[in-house]
């Protein structure tokens, strides 16, 4: 209450201004914090793999296909949208094949999407929300940490996710938070619809599950009235637009799109999802409660100004859907806890009490609580992501140029010659193994690689097409899993093998649960595929023609 009292006009004024001084400090402020991030990392390069080493591959296979001049869903299976891999393309075609790529592409999705993000805040929040919300999304899609993993876990594996919660926060932001005043001309809002037509469309392309929360959260907006007829319908027909566009510049068959995704769900067990939704909100419910202080103070706040009831109905009803809709993501991720879509239900209620501060004018050391309260309450939902990503950027990348790093004389004289391990802690050992597995892979290829060899590496994830700048063979997938395919659903083998005149199979343990031979059975044993070799992790096979 001392700092409400004798300092009320400071921190009121520091949380909710909106003069263009505080705009061009946290855009300042916001574009300095990003600028280093992002330059640290393209200084630095890739980090040190420590987590899912991996899982890698899937990425670099994705872009170096086409980069060759495949389509993703029309030359090659995927269970997922093909962003991830169109974004690492650009970062090859910017730099060149490596895993630093990846770095590039994101870099430059940062750098996009917060220009954007910030200008579309302002229109909505203060200066400060702005500007802390722009470096969430920025950190959140250049961070080198899967999400739920721990800090010092350091590698790309599911980087879909990441640009997933970026682009789903701000569509909802967009969705749930009217502008504040109405703009001159319709122009600002239309551009707005194109935007969030864009966001549906690159949510589409990057993973079907943030696109369907997506979908939920516009059509909860139009019920609630927080989004009038005229912007949805302009944002239904930009997002056809989009997919038009998007669909006629890269190619992809919408038909066999739709059908690698029908693959994708049906090889998913309902039991174990509805289950793992059942662990996650027993694990997060404690969350609820204070997702509803702010919710209540909100509501509160539009009783005291006899707001309609309705409306105050509004003020719970949206964090409440966030939250539920956050589990069902944590349900269909492999996403331990970590949910940062939760922070844009906080902000909300942040917005809502920081809107009703301002149009009622109340005292000033009792708005000052409220709004540090619900301030407060999106800092507890943002810095835990935050704070993990930062101190993941400090252990991934301040080892570049230290003794901890280790690589092979293989891998070095590969297109992967940036691609590093850590040599030591807990995981250690999966450094090694995955260093022992790419040496020996790579050295299997160069024995009976020759002009004519179209390869298809049914693995868990193929680094090796990049590494080694083999043109791929059509057909063939992204990631041989268990939640990607299953005796019950699968791609046709013809379309697995296409027009390859070698497979590499992995030995021993199946990287999806699942031999290939149990997966089609006599149809496999039907190929007739001749054994080139066998080493200790893989299998070479040449296909008769």
Same mark, same amino acid.
């Given at each position: 209450m001392y700092l409400a009292r004798d300092h009320a006009q400071t921190i009121y004024s520091v949380l909710g201004s909106r003069s263009k001084r505080a705009f061009s400090v946290a855009a300042v402020v916001a574009g300095l914090v990003l600028a280093f991030a992002g330059g640290y990392l393209l200084k630095k390069g890739a980090p040190g793999l420590n987590g899912r080493p991996w899982d890698v591959g899937c990425l670099l296979d994705g872009a170096w296909r086409i980069e060759s001049g495949q389509v993703p869903h029309r030359d090659f299976y995927s269970h997922l949208g093909s962003f991830p891999y169109y974004l690492a393309w650009l970062g090859i075609r910017v730099s060149?094949?490596?895993?630093?790529?990846? &770095?590039?592409?994101n870099v430059m999705l940062?750098? #996009?999407?917060?220009?954007? $993000? =910030?200008?579309?805040?302002? @229109?909505r929040t203060s200066a400060l929300y702005s500007g802390l919300l722009t470096v969430f999304f920025g950190v959140l899609v250049i961070s080198v940490r899967p999400l739920g993993d721990p800090y010092d876990c350091n590698d790309f594996a599911m980087l879909y996710n990441r640009f997933g919660e970026a682009f789903l926060g701000l569509f909802a932001a967009l969705a749930f938070l009217p502008p504040l005043q109405p703009a001159r001309s319709r122009f600002p809002d239309l551009l707005e619809a194109m935007l969030m037509g864009l966001l549906l469309t690159l949510l589409w392309f990057d993973k079907l599950n943030y696109f369907a929360i997506a979908v939920l959260s516009f059509g909860v907006a139009l019920v609630l009235r927080l989004l009038d007829k005229r912007r949805a319908a302009a944002c239904c027909i930009s997002a056809i637009c989009w997919l038009?566009? +998007?669909l006629m510049i890269t190619h992809v068959p919408l038909g066999s799109m739709l059908r690698d995704f029908r693959i994708m769900s049906q090889a998913q067990s309902l039991n174990l999802r509805v289950t793992t939704l059942i662990i996650q909100f027993i694990k997060s419910a404690w969350l609820l409660p204070l997702l509803m202080l702010g919710a209540w103070e909100s509501a509160r706040g539009l009783a005291q100004n006899q707001g309609e009831r309705w409306i105050r109905f509004r003020e719970w009803l949206v964090p409440l859907f966030i939250f539920g809709t956050a589990l069902l993501i944590l349900a269909s991720n492999c996403q331990i806890e970590?949910?940062? =879509?939760?922070? &844009? $239900? #906080? =902000?909300?209620? $942040?917005?809502? +009490? @920081?809107?009703?501060? #301002?149009? !009622? !004018?109340?005292?000033?050391?009792? $708005?000052?609580?409220r709004n540090l309260a619900t301030f407060c309450l999106v800092l507890f939902f943002l810095l835990p992501t935050l704070r993990t990503d930062l101190k993941a950027f400090r252990s991934g990348l301040a080892m570049g140029s230290n003794r901890d790093l280790v690589s092979s004389e293989i891998l070095?004289?590969?297109?992967?010659?940036?691609?590093?391990f850590r040599a030591n802690g807990s995981r250690a050992p999966f450094s090694e193994a995955c260093i022992e597995w790419l040496d020996e892979g790579i050295e299997l290829i160069r024995r009976h690689q020759s002009p004519e060899t179209r390869l298809n590496a049914l693995l868990g994830a193929n680094p090796f097409h990049m590494a080694l700048g083999l043109r791929p063979a059509e057909g063939g997938l992204i990631c041989y899993a268990a939640n990607t395919l299953s005796p019950r659903s699968h791609p046709a083998l013809p @379309?697995?093998?296409g027009n390859a005149t070698?497979?590499?199979? !992995? @030995?021993g343990a199946s990287p999806g649960g699942v031999e290939i031979s149990e997966l089609y059975g006599d149809e496999w044993k039907s190929l007739k595929l001749e054994i080139v070799e066998q080493t200790k992790h893989f299998e070479l096979l040449r296909v008769p023609h």
């Open positions: 060149h094949p490596s895993l630093s790529a990846i &770095i590039y592409g940062m750098l #996009a999407l917060c220009l954007v $993000a =910030f200008l579309t805040l302002s @229109r038009g566009v +998007v970590e949910s940062p =879509f939760l922070v &844009i $239900a #906080a =902000f909300y209620s $942040a917005e809502t +009490v @920081r809107r009703q501060s #301002a149009q !009622a !004018a109340p005292e000033l050391p009792f $708005a000052t609580v070095k004289s590969t297109n992967l010659n940036d691609m590093q @379309r697995l093998v070698h497979l590499l199979i !992995a @030995r």
